[in-house]
């Protein structure tokens, strides 16, 4: 997910402190609306795949979470700007991101991309199409590379949207987000073509919590060594196991 204003690092200037000071609390961002990734349930709370991963690895960390929800397209500023502590929102992690914010090791492979479609529109030529993704994501920036006209929105609902009004002939989203909804909705389906975009999915954290990142980079490590992250990516369908 990309296209960064990279003048707000610096806001970073006075961040972190209270991780820094030795506050057991830690905030967690995330956007509340990409399943599988993470959702607000019937009840109002974050749930999904990074739910429960952030939960496990403040535990880990011997650190309390407190969750906090906020969109997409400020998400990375108002990390920097101090409104919390660390992003787990299916961030990709890309070299231009890393310009503006540190990031964990990857806690995901990546996952691939497809195309949704209207249903009988299967034979698409993708590169001539006017396709809908959600703004600074690394969807939006390969169809902008790719050459095919691009439309962005602010939720990737909006695109599904988008296509189903007309407006767009397809989305290109992460497959584990596009899979359900294509099989819930018979005028809906998906390319064949898929694309694989970027190096994984890592917490974004502000460059000057070091301390924050080693104990995170440590929790991913021991969930890798003992299986139970790749039980929870199996458990949510979110990607290729490590």
């Known amino acids: 997910m990309n296209k960064l204003i990279l003048s707000t690092a610096l806001l970073a200037i006075g961040a972190g402190a209270a991780f820094a000071d030795g506050h057991s609390v830690v905030r967690l961002g995330t956007e509340g609306a990409y399943p599988p990734f993470n959702f607000l349930n019937d009840a109002g709370e974050v749930d999904g795949f990074e739910r429960e991963l952030g939960d496990e690895l403040c535990a880990r960390a011997e650190l309390t979470c407190e ?3 906020n969109e997409w397209d400020s998400i990375i500023p108002n990390l920097v700007s101090g409104n919390y ?7 990709s992690i890309t070299a ?3 310009e503006v914010i540190d990031f964990t090791q ?4 990546p996952d691939p991309s497809s195309y949704l479609v209207a249903a009988g529109n299967e034979g698409l ?24 006209t691009l439309l962005e929105f602010a939720s ?6 988008a296509v189903k009004a007309g407006e767009a002939d397809a989305v290109l989203a992460d497959d584990s987000f596009l899979a359900p909804i294509v099989e819930a909705d018979a005028e809906l389906a998906k390319l064949e073509r898929e694309e694989l975009i ?3 999915i890592g917490m974004g954290l502000r460059e000057s919590d070091g301390e ?11 969930m890798k060594a003992d299986g139970s992250l790749n039980a929870l990516i199996e458990k949510w369908e979110v990607g290729a196991k490590f």
């Open 198 to 200: 970027g190096g994984g």
């Open 85 to 91: 502590d660390a992003i787990i929102a299916g961030m």
């Open 156 to 161: 990737p609902e909006e695109s599904v949207a």
């Open 106 to 109: 990857n806690y995901t492979q």
């Open 125 to 148: 030529n993708v590169e001539t199409a006017v396709i809908a993704a959600q703004t600074n994501t690394i969807q939006a920036s390969f169809v902008a590379e790719m050459g095919a």
């Open 212 to 222: 924050l990142k080693a104990k995170m980079d440590a929790a991913i490590s021991s």
């Open 96 to 98: 231009e991101r890393d």
């Open 67 to 69: 969750w906090v929800t």
